[in-house]
Structures are given as structure tokens and as C-alpha cells.
């Protein structure tokens, strides 16, 4: 589904993508974790052509990412990001069908692909009339996620998505979001710094450090066969309850 081959990416003397080779395969829910400045969020917006390499090719579905077919292309990939990255002026509902207005969707499709899409993502259909401001973060959370389903995607991008929410929250919408994976069988990319919930969330696990892959795999390929010692010290790096009590 998605390729990077040799990619580099500097702004100015910072390096943050080192000559990058990754394949992301279609179906499969990948996440990329790694210390802060790592190149995570780098590496997903290349995915969707917010950034562009110095250097190298960024691929999707078998075809470069071309400016000139950007918008196209975008259409084809849902993209997330923390609380939703909603329009304060716009109501939930207004936000999540922005794009398929602009495509010229007809009123009754638009009500019923937001509905569908609203039971689906466990948000009650009135917080659709409210505005971002009005809503839980977990309830712009779940609009970013309509929003981004709206025109049935093959692909999901996820940056940080439940990374400003409170515990409690986070657990449910983890769970959640793994159902709802499981059940569209879509290509999922997500970035978190939490371990737990990318092996929670993710079939393959790809570490950054430095703007370099260091290793991919399952987690417990991680876990069990660590490619070098930075690989097990950041898989223990998060420490649990039971350690501080």
C-alpha cells in the first residue's frame, strides 16, 4: 500500500528522515513508535503528502505521490489527528461532512453516511448539532474518526490520536478503536509514544530513532529478538504500576 525507498527529509541542519526504506502493507495496522523527534510524525505526513522527501520516493498503491494528483490521492486515505483537528466555528457535524459537501453529496446521503458512521464510532447522533467546543475530547476524538471514514477510505492515518485524553477514556476508545479496526479491514498507520497500545492497537511495530528505522516487526518479534540493545531499552522504558508500588 504505501512504500518509502531512500527517503530523506532536513529542516535546515536537522535531520529528521535518514535515508528511509519502509513497506507498509495494504490491510495491515502498523504503528510507528520512538522517542520524540524520532521522525514518526515525519514519516506519516510524507504518507499523505504534507511533507515532501529531499531525497527519495514516497509510493502509494504502486504510484508516486505526485502533487499534480495530491488531491485525488487524498481522498483515498482518512487522516487523524489529536482531538480531531476540528473547526471551532463549524459544528461536529458540519466538520465531519466538509469534504463530501465539497464533492457536491446530496443532503440525504450526507444525513445517512453521518448517522451510519456515528453509530459505528460510538458517538451519539445530537453531538453532531454541537460545536468542538461543546464536546468531550473524546467525543472530537470520535468526529475526527467520522470525519475521516466519511468517504470510505482504504486507508486510515493516525497521529497521536488518544494521546491528549484522560486514562480512563483512552482505555475505552483503545478498545474501541481496535474493534472498529478489525471490523472495516482497512490500512491503518498510526503514531503513539505508548508501547502498550501500539501492540495493543498494531500488527507490525516500526522503531525510529534519529530519523532511521532500527527495527520492525510484531511486538513480540521486538520483544523477543531486540535487533540492538536500544530496541529492548525502549520496550522497557514505560514503567508499569506494579513497578512503582
Known amino acids: 500500500m504505501f512504500t518509502l525507498a531512500g527517503v530523506d527529509k532536513r529542516y535546515g541542519s536537522t535531520v529528521a528522515l535518514d535515508g528511509v526504506d519502509l513497506h507498509i502493507a495494504a490491510g495491515h495496522r502498523t504503528a510507528l513508535i520512538g522517542p520524540s523527534g524520532a521522525g514518526k510524525s515525519t514519516v506519516l505526513r510524507m504518507l499523505i503528502g504534507l511533507e515532501w522527501p529531499d531525497r527519495g520516493q514516497v509510493r502509494f498503491d504502486g504510484e508516486p505521490l505526485r502533487r ?51 453509530t459505528l464510532c460510538q458517538l451519539p447522533v445530537d453531538a453532531l448539532q454541537r460545536f468542538p467546543a461543546e464536546l468531550s475530547g473524546g ?28 486514562p480512563v477514556i483512552r482505555h475505552d476508545l483503545q478498545a474501541q478503536m481496535r474493534e472498529l479496526f478489525a471490523r472495516l479491514g482497512k490500512t491503518v498507520v498510526m503514531v503513539t509514544h505508548d508501547v502498550a497500545e501500539a501492540a495493543y492497537l498494531a500488527d507490525t511495530l516500526v522503531l525510529l530513532r534519529a530519523g532511521r528505522v532500527v527495527q520492525e516487526g510484531s511486538a513480540r518479534a521486538l520483544h523477543d529478538a531486540p535487533a540492538e540493545p536500544f530496541v529492548r531499552e525502549f520496550l522497557q522504558a514505560q514503567r508499569s504500576l506494579e513497578a512503582c508500588l
Open 68 to 118: 499534480d494528483a495530491l488531491l485525488e490521492q487524498r481522498r483515498r486515505i482518512g487522516y487523524v489527528i489529536q482531538e480531531g483537528g476540528l473547526f471551532p466555528h463549524l459544528s461536529a457535524g458540519d466538520n465531519a461532512a466538509l469534504l463530501a459537501r465539497t464533492l457536491g453529496w446530496p443532503r440525504e446521503r450526507i444525513r445517512e453516511r453521518l448517522e451510519a458512521l456515528s
Open 139 to 166: 467525543q472530537r476524538q470520535r468526529v475526527g474518526l467520522v470525519r475521516a471514514l466519511m468517504l470510505d477510505p482504504p486507508v486510515l492515518l493516525l497521529d497521536e490520536p488518544l494521546g491528549a485524553l484522560d
